[in-house]
């Protein structure tokens, strides 16, 4: 156990998904570091079906037992209106945001010959869409307090996922989506730093819903109370970081979160190359190729891969 250090005092924040697993890992950790929470979660089951407030309200409860400020928020923020209620919560009961901590997703995992176009557009809708306009709209809070005069330190942590960055067999929507939200954190990231606002993403690996089905051997909690490698809340004090003051000019940037390890990620970049200064011809193009795939280095497994 490590103790809490106030790095979060004074200042509010939004952590959608937050009734179970990480956003709930990380709800609590946020207010366990003095931050005032609005906990959003729409309470669905594993695939989105469903709905209900019962998830987001008992995470509430926890923070006010451990002496925290806390509210529930049970709005869809895969919408325009639900979105836009969640910034109003925050604002509404606590004056303020600092911090939007992305979260929320589900799976519907299929190979890709086998998934269907309704479970390409849910995937989407909650992970990609899901960022976006919570995004969306506390950025534009945050835009109008800076040109006011009140520039913030607004922090925004995404959740990408290693399937997002590498890929995974069985999960083209989800890596799709996660893909998605590391080009949205950059975008976001450079449009909105002028105005104190810094946004980072995560990659985590860790024990879920999501995760302790597809992967049940290597997320299986130890025996004998061990360390447990794959508790969610060890990636939250990572983002109890990112989501605080005192990581003043970290933005753009993806993180890797695992048990015990950061790993800061990076991500697409110039290797080997050739300029002929003239049109190649195909022969001429594939062998260039050839040579410059010698030359680089082996890209990472895609997750799942047998």
Same mark, same amino acid.
């Given at each position: 156990?490590?103790?809490?250090?106030?790095?979060?005092?004074?200042?509010?924040?939004?952590?959608?998904?937050?009734?179970?697993?990480? %956003?709930?890992?990380?709800? *609590?950790?946020?207010?366990? =570091?003095?931050?005032?929470?609005?906990?959003?979660?729409?309470?669905?089951?594993?695939? %989105? $079906?469903?709905?209900? $407030?019962?998830?987001?309200?008992? /995470?509430?409860?926890?923070?006010?037992?451990?002496?925290?400020?806390?509210?529930?928020?049970?709005?869809?923020?895969?919408?325009?209106? %639900?979105?836009?209620?969640?910034?109003?919560?925050? *604002?509404?009961?606590?004056?303020? *945001?600092?911090?939007?901590?992305?979260?929320?997703?589900?799976?519907?995992?299929?190979?890709?010959?086998?998934?269907?176009?309704?479970?390409?557009?849910?995937?989407?809708?909650?992970?990609?869409?899901?960022?976006?306009? &919570? *995004?969306?709209?506390?950025?534009?809070?945050?835009?109008?307090?800076?040109?006011?005069?009140?520039?913030?330190?607004?922090?925004?942590?995404?959740?990408?996922?290693?399937?997002?960055?590498?890929?995974?067999?069985?999960?083209?929507?989800?890596?799709?989506?996660?893909?998605?939200? /590391?080009?949205?954190?950059?975008?976001?990231?450079? +449009?909105?730093?002028?105005?104190?606002?810094?946004?980072?993403?995560?990659?985590?690996?860790?024990?879920?819903?999501?995760?302790?089905?597809?992967?049940? =051997?290597?997320?299986?909690? &130890?025996?004998?109370?061990?360390?447990?490698?794959?508790?969610?809340?060890?990636?939250? &004090?990572?983002?109890?970081?990112?989501?605080?003051?005192?990581?003043?000019?970290?933005?753009?940037?993806?993180?890797?979160? +695992?048990?015990?390890?950061?790993? /800061?990620?990076?991500?697409?970049?110039?290797? &080997?190359?050739?300029?002929?200064?003239?049109?190649? $011809?195909?022969? =001429?193009?594939?062998?260039?190729?050839?040579?410059?795939?010698?030359? $680089? =280095?082996?890209?990472?497994?895609?997750?799942?891969?047998?």
């Amino acid at each position: 156990m490590t103790t809490p250090t106030a790095l979060c005092a004074g200042r509010v924040a939004v952590v959608t998904g937050a009734g179970r697993g990480l %956003g709930r890992a990380h709800a *609590l950790a946020l207010a366990a =570091e003095g931050a005032r929470v609005v906990v959003n979660d729409l309470g669905v089951d594993l695939d %989105g $079906s469903g709905a209900g $407030s019962g998830p987001a309200q008992q /995470v509430v409860e926890e923070i006010r037992a451990s002496g925290g400020e806390a509210v529930a928020h049970s709005g869809d923020i895969a919408t325009t209106d %639900g979105a836009a209620s969640l910034v109003a919560t925050a *604002l509404d009961s606590f004056g303020r *945001l600092d911090t939007l901590v992305n979260n929320a997703g589900f799976l519907r995992d299929r190979m890709l010959v086998n998934l269907d176009e309704d479970d390409w557009d849910a995937v989407m809708r909650v992970h990609l869409k899901g960022h976006f306009l &919570p *995004l969306k709209h506390a950025a534009a809070h945050w835009r109008a307090e800076a040109r006011v005069g009140r520039l913030p330190e607004a922090r925004v942590v995404n959740t990408s996922s290693g399937a997002g960055l590498s890929g995974s067999v069985g999960q083209g929507n989800y890596s799709a989506a996660k893909a998605g939200i /590391v080009g949205l954190t950059l975008v976001a990231a450079a +449009e909105m730093g002028r105005y104190g606002v810094q946004v980072n993403a995560i990659a985590p690996a860790a024990r879920t819903r999501m995760t302790e089905q597809t992967f049940a =051997e290597s997320m299986a909690a &130890p025996g004998g109370g061990g360390f447990d490698a794959m508790a969610p809340e060890n990636v939250s &004090p990572l983002v109890v970081w990112l989501g605080s003051a005192a990581c003043a000019g970290v933005t753009g940037r993806v993180f890797e979160a +695992e048990a015990g390890r950061i790993t /800061v990620m990076e991500g697409w970049r110039p290797g &080997p190359t050739v300029d002929k200064g003239a049109r190649w $011809s195909p022969a =001429e193009a594939g062998a260039a190729a050839a040579e410059l795939l010698a030359a $680089s =280095e082996t890209p990472q497994p895609v997750y799942g891969a047998r």
